[in-house]
């Protein structure tokens, strides 16, 4: 069982903003799966489906982003998942240019307060993590304050590299449900990137 979880605040104000690119990618595999998160529970919206005969729960926790860890919390302990095998958390991250992805198996929060929530609630940094970049020339100048900008709408000339973005995560978490080794999705993620 792998639990996979997309930050994101809940709500039609924040639907298509850079906060929300983690739920952004667990919609695209419960797309491509053709899932529904129909059903709630601890704190966050869930689906469940199988890659082969490996099963896996996407979550969507509707505790807002800076209290992200409550509901990981409650579902690491409904499911029974280890958190350093069985969680991976999806996100966006401003440090990442805009489209760009990067998995890592452990590590700290850095600026990301529902990181940080998570972290904190679990008392672990080893699960890993699949980084989803935001961060657009206007936000690299300081054009815009960091806080106006995850809360903003994602511009449609952006929308198609972070289509292409959640893709690309889709197929990286369907692989690490199958059970691929961790450096080869990590390889295949990077080479990815670079088409």
Partial sequence: ?????????????????????GFMAVDALAKKHKLRFAKSECDARTAKGKVGGA????????????????????????????????????????????????????????THNGMRNIVAELATENFMRLRIGTRTQELANGE????????????????????KAEDGAAMALEDLIGGAPFARVQEKLNHYAKQ
């Fill in 144 to 163: 815009i304050p960091l806080l106006d900008f995850v809360l903003s709408k994602i511009p449609f000339d952006q929308m198609s590299a972070l289509e």
């Fill in 55 to 110: 099963e896996f729960v996407l979550a969507k926790p509707q505790t807002y982003m800076n209290l992200s860890g409550e509901a990981v919390r409650k579902l690491v302990r409904a499911y029974g998942v280890d958190p350093a095998t069985e969680l991976v958390v999806c996100y966006d991250d401003v440090d990442l240019p805009l489209g760009r992805l990067r998995l890592r198996e452990s590590g700290s929060a850095g």
């Fill in 1 to 21: 069982m792998i639990l996979i979880v997309g930050l994101g605040n809940p709500g039609a104000r924040y639907k298509n903003t850079y906060h929300n690119v």
